[in-house]
C-alpha cells in the first residue's frame, strides 16, 4: 500500500510510513491543540516533496491562516506566489446557507471535488470538515452532508485529505458532530491533559483503515519552524 508522509516528526513511524495514499482522515481536537498547525506542516510536507496542495478554510480567513504561519516561520506566501499551494476561502458559501437545502450542500460539495481536480491537487485539507454555523443544526442533515463529503473525496483516489473536527473543551467526544470518526478512513486525537499544575498536549492515533499504527500517546510541542514535535509516551 502506497503511503503520503505526514510531516510530522515521528507520527510517521508510528503510522509505519504514513497516511495510506487517497483516503480521508480526521484531525480531531480541543481549541488550542494544533489541529491547523498540523494540517498546513502535512502540507507543507507535500510541496516539499513537488506536489499540489489546497487549503480549504471555512471558518477563519485566509489572511489569518497566513500570518498564523508566518509566526512559526513558515511563508506560506512563497508557496502561493509559485502555485505550489492554493488557499480557498469557503466562508461564504456557508453564510447564507442552511444544512437542510440538500441541492446547495451537494454543489458545495462538488464544488471542492472540482477545485482538487481542476488543480490536480494529491493533498488537500478542509478546516474545518462542518462549519461552526451547523452545530445547531438538525444532525441527521449534517451526518448526510459529511458522509457525501467523504465518499466523494475518497472517490479522487489520488488525492489525500485531512479534515479537522472540533471537540468540545472538556468532552470525551472524538468529534463535533459524533459521524466523522465512522466516515473517516482514520482519526488522529490531538488533546490537552492537565497533570497537577501542567498542562500538556498529547497525540493519539485512534484508527486508521487498512494498514496497523502505533496505539500509544504521545506528548507533543509546537516549536517555530518545525511544528508539531513528538517527544515522549504519555
Known sequence: MEKVKTGI???????????????????SGEPGTGKT????????????LGERCIYISIDEKPEHIIKNAESLGW?????????????????????????????????????????VKEHKATRLVIDPIAPLLFSQKSITNVSEYIRKLIYQLEETDNCTTLLTSYVP???????????????????ILLRLVKEKSNVMRTIWIRKIRGTKFDLSEYNYEILNERGIVLRQPV
Not at 510510513?17 to 480526521?26: D, E, I, Q, T
Not at 498547525?37 to 516539499?48: S, V
Open 169 to 187: 473543551v472538556g468532552s470525551d467526544k472524538l468529534s463535533q458532530h459524533g459521524i466523522e470518526e465512522f466516515a473517516a478512513s482514520g482519526i
Open 75 to 115: 511563508d506560506l506566501q512563497s508557496y502561493l506566489n509559485k502555485g505550489q499551494l492554493k488557499i480557498f476561502d469557503f466562508s461564504n458559501f456557508f453564510t447564507n446557507l442552511t444544512i437542510e437545502d440538500t441541492k446547495s450542500v451537494t454543489k458545495v460539495i462538488g464544488e471542492i471535488v472540482n477545485y
Open 9 to 27: 516528526e515521528k507520527l510517521d513511524t508510528l503510522l509505519y510510513g504514513g497516511f495510506p495514499k487517497g483516503r480521508a482522515y480526521l484531525i
Open 37 to 48: 498547525i498540523f494540517t498546513l506542516q502535512f502540507l507543507k510536507k507535500g510541496i516539499e
